[in-house]
Nanobody
């Protein structure tokens, strides 16, 4: 079992930045792809960014490309999502997730591919 815990959400103004953190504990010795998802109120959960197990490949949703950056520190069992130039449409609950990875693929784009999830952290961007 792996436990994930997000932190770093909050209320910011449009144009501001936030850095979300995801701390992992438990059986973290396996290789995992790490993903950040978000779920706006009343909408479906959507993928935001993914980093493959070795940290060499990333994927970003078009809506955040050039503004968000995913990173991970395997030594600290942590992952991060740096969010810059935030927009009101970025308002959502953000979740980090871990998918057991059997290859270096970064294309873990579906929520169903992920076994472990954090509890979520609210990000609210005011205009």
């Amino acid at each position: 079992q792996v436990q994930l815990a997000e932190s770093g959400g909050g209320l910011v103004q449009a144009g501001d930045s936030l850095r979300l953190s995801c701390a992992a504990s438990g059986r973290t010795s396996r290789s995992y792809a790490v993903g950040w998802f978000r779920q706006p109120r009343g909408k479906e959960r959507e993928v935001v960014a993914v980093m493959n197990r070795n940290g060499y490949s990333t994927y970003y949703a078009d809506s955040v490309k050039g503004r968000f950056a995913i990173s991970r520190d395997n030594a600290k069992n942590a992952a991060y999502l740096q969010m810059n130039s935030l927009k009101p449409e970025d308002t959502a609950v953000y979740y980090c997730a871990a998918a057991p990875a059997y290859s270096d693929s970064v294309y873990y784009l579906r929520a169903g591919s992920y076994t472990y999830w954090g509890q979520g952290t609210q990000v609210t961007v005011s205009s």
